[in-house]
Structures are given as C-alpha cells and as structure tokens.
C-alpha cells in the first residue's frame, strides 16, 4: 500500500487497493449531516432502534451478500516500487494495478507476478447473478465467489460499465437467497441505513448509519455519479457489497470512502440503485449499457455567469459546445444556450442534466427549456444512442503479437483530460495493455496518451484507427507519448 502525498477525496474499497486517496472498494466513513429540522424536532422525532437492534434485517440481507476474490497478473520491477503521482491517481479512479510500477521502454527487469484482490457483491436473482463494483474484478483473470455457507464457485463476468463503477458477474447456482430492489429515491437524509459485505476479509460484517446526503455528484470518482454519502463504516474489502434501508432492501452498492488514512473516517458512498437498477437490467440484456446522449459540451453557471446570459439565479447549465451532426446540433441547440428545464424537470446544474439525459428511452423525444439572449425557449430534441468511446486496436492479420495488438484507448476529451491530470494534451488514453501482449513489449503503458503515429498527429480514437490500419508488415512505428507529463518517443516494429 502506499500513502498519498496529498489531500484527496475517497478511497476505493478493494482489499489491497488502498491508496491513501480515492480507495475502489465501497469504503465509507463518519460523515456529518445537516438538517433544516429544528434541533427540538430533531430530538423529539424517537431516533431509537429496535430494542434488538437490527438483526430481522441483517439475518434477511448477510445470507445474499457474497465474498468476491479475484487473481490478476501485474509486473514487478525490481527498481522503485513508489508508484509516481499519475499512477496513483489511475489505480484510484478505477481500481486496480495501473499499469507497471516505473516500468520503462526497453526495461527488462520486470517480471509477471499473480496479485490477489478481493471484494464483496450482492445476489439479486436466485439462480446467480451477482452485482458488485467494476474495479473489484477489472482484469481479473480469475473471479471467484464465496457464499456465507462456505460454498464456492467461479464467477463469469457477464458485464460492465467502468463509468458508473458496476459491474454483473454469474455463478452456476440455484436456489440463492438475494436482496430486493429497494427506491433509493425514496431515501431522506438522517435515515438509518446498513452496510454489509467483507471488509478486510471479515465475511458478513453488518455495521450501522444514516445517509449523510443524496444525489452526491462532482465527486471526480466515476465519469456518472449519483452517490448516496452515509457514515455507516465502510473499509476496504466492503466495495461492492449492499447498502439496505431498515426494510432490508437495497439503495446502494457501497463503493468508495473518504479517506486521508486508507481506513474508515466516516464518509462512504455508495451508488444508488436508482443508477445501479438499471444499468445490472441493461449488462443482463446486452452485455453494455446504453445511456441517451445529446451531444453537447456543459459548463457549470455562477453569479457573474447568471448574470450575463440574463438569468435571474445560476440554476440551470450552460451549452459551451454543440457536437456537429448530435441530436443537439439538429435540434437547434446552440453554444451560449443555458438548460433550465428537461422535460418540465427543472435542471439544478450539469450532473443533474446528466443523470436525466442518460437515463432516457434512446428515440424518446423530449423538451428543453433554453435561455437564449435572455428569453426562454422551448426546443424538443430526439435523445439519440451514447457513442462508445472506449475503442480496442486492431490485431494485425495472422499475428496476435503486433506491437499494437491488446492495447484499449479512449477518447481523451476535456472532461476525461480533467479527470487524469492531462489538461491541454490532445490524443487518446490508454485504459489498458493486456499482459504479455505487443503493445506491453512495445513499452507502452495504462495512462499514457498517444500523440502521434508515425509524426501523424492522433487526436480522437478515428486517427487512430486509420493510423492503425495502415501499417505494413516490418514497418517501423514512431509513436509519440506523454507519459507523467513528459513527451517520449517510441519506435515500435510491426
């Protein structure tokens, strides 16, 4: 494990994954509240629990809650094993081993290493599928699934989605006890809630809370966030497992803390199953999730901003970009339009506009309210599919070793840019270079950025594509990088 050198904002609640920051693993800690009760009220409103306690729910909730413990291959470099800040920022927001510690192009020090990682889920359905969080098994090359009876199996991974952190995997089972859905969207603050799930290893663990807030977003954890915060303690090993209300049914699978120690301090978050319900219905359809787009770049709104787009308070979001050709483009959305209402819903700011796009019917068309020079109109836009950004490079024909055979990049836009710490650098994200594959021979690793191909300038994941496909056999690739800042070139044969 290593320490943070600054202040930071969670941690992910997988066992071994602590890193000081933002922890995977449904982590949470002591979290103040507010209300705008009156403190008299407050105490006369009979804030006790069962004279025993909670044990009807934790009884109905541990037997469905399930120990996950995964196995993934990492390379161990026999020089520095202090990961540099970059690293640890990837290996926080999205869980797992980023990459080779201070590996280099041309390093022949490394070795592969099996790395054990573990976590919890929660059954949903009888006969075996199981939700739990994507950085729990991202990468794992065994799941393996461990049932409060001691009974085990092996995970099948059925689906996910790294950008709510959810992720669906199956066990060949029957007859399971599982947890009910329960409408996060019904959950007040001050409300008693449970956490359950392994943290530390310590199967079954059941520990108490109220939810500390709703609709948490802007956390910087997931790419779309609607987070329940609670101080129900929540430690490493806890990600993935089930925040109930007192009914027993679930309002949130528990992902990340706050923490500046890698331990509980009291502030846990957990995806609401508002989120959580239907993208688990959506991997079990298809595989992915499909999310409403618009395509439209957002800005947040201040005063001074308020002011000169001619609003009376800064609620609503503002347009900073219209995408060419996006649903948004042919329904007449304009760059300097603010948002103030969907569908008659009144849009607080971006990530609310952003849980409502994503969560609507692709096809379905839908009213805005915009403010434009300073009157309110009405548009009404067809919410098209969310283009999947996340691309796999080509294998060349009859050979799986090509330098750039088992690489995975992203688009890198201004958001994503923000996120990892690349602000003003254009290319594409490496989000993953599988073990043993070309690309890792080649030296290129997870959260480096691809410039350039061959002095081609590469700025969406279509140049590189077509840079990609026109490589011959035997060709030499120059390919230009940014790696922790810090421009390097790599020649690569085909």
Do not use: C
Request: charged residues 20%; aromatic residues 4%.
């Amino acid at each position: 494990m290593s320490s943070h050198p600054y202040p930071t904002v969670g941690s992910i609640l997988g066992v071994g994954l602590l890193s000081g920051v933002l922890l995977w693993g449904g982590q949470s800690l002591p979290v103040s509240y507010a209300s705008n009760t009156p403190s008299q009220t407050i105490a006369s409103a009979a804030i006790v629990p069962p004279a025993t306690g909670f044990t009807d729910v934790a009884k109905r909730v541990t037997p469905a809650v399930v120990n996950i413990s995964t196995v993934m291959m990492e390379n161990v470099t026999d020089g520095s094993s202090v990961p540099d800040e970059l690293r640890e920022r990837m290996e926080e927001f999205f869980g797992t081993p980023f990459g080779p510690r201070g590996r280099r192009p041309g390093d022949s020090s490394d070795h592969r290493a099996p790395r054990r990682g573990q976590g919890s889920g929660v059954v949903i359905s009888s006969d075996g599928y199981i939700v739990t969080n994507h950085h729990v098994i991202a990468q794992a090359r065994e799941v393996n699934v461990t049932l409060p009876d001691k009974r085990e199996f092996k995970g099948k991974i059925i689906g996910v989605d790294p950008k709510s952190d959810l992720a669906v995997i199956k066990i060949n089972a029957g007859h399971l006890p599982t947890v009910s859905w329960g409408d996060a969207s019904n959950l007040q603050v001050g409300e008693y809630v449970l956490a359950v799930g392994n943290p530390f290893g310590l199967n079954s663990t059941v520990t108490l809370g109220i939810v500390s807030a709703v609709g948490r977003g802007q956390m910087g954890i997931t790419q779309y966030e609607d987070f329940i915060q609670t101080d129900a303690a929540i430690n490493p090993g806890n990600s993935g497992g089930a925040l109930v209300n007192t009914k027993g049914e679930l309002v949130g699978i528990n992902t990340a803390i706050f923490s500046q120690t890698g331990g509980y301090q009291g502030v846990g978050f957990a995806v609401s199953t508002t989120m959580a319900k239907p993208i688990y219905e959506s991997l079990i359809k298809s595989g992915k999730v499909v999310r409403g787009y618009l395509g439209v770049g957002l800005q947040g709104l201040n005063q001074d901003l308020a002011m000169a787009f001619g609003l009376k308070d800064a609620k609503g979001v503002l347009i900073s970009d219209v995408k060419a050709g996006s649903p948004a483009d042919q329904a007449g959305l304009k760059q300097g339009d603010v948002i103030v209402r969907y569908q008659g819903t009144t849009v607080e700011d971006g990530v609310a506009l952003q849980r409502l796009v994503t969560r609507t019917t692709v096809g379905a068309r839908v009213t805005l309210n915009v403010v434009r020079d300073g009157n309110e109109r009405e548009l009404t836009v067809r919410v098209g599919e969310q283009p999947d950004e996340s691309k796999i490079a080509k294998a060349q024909d009859g050979d799986s070793q090509d330098a750039l055979s088992g690489l995975v990049v992203e688009e890198l836009d201004q958001d994503r840019a923000r996120q990892v710490g690349f602000q003003g650098v254009q290319g594409v994200l490496v989000t993953r270079v599988d073990p043993d594959s070309g690309a890792e021979r080649a030296g290129l690793s997870a959260g480096d950025v691809i410039q350039e191909m061959n002095r081609r300038p590469i700025k969406s994941v279509k140049d590189f594509e077509k840079a990609s496909s026109d490589l011959k056999k035997g060709a030499h690739i120059l390919i230009l990088i940014n790696r922790r800042g810090n421009s390097l070139f790599v020649s690569v044969k085909v």
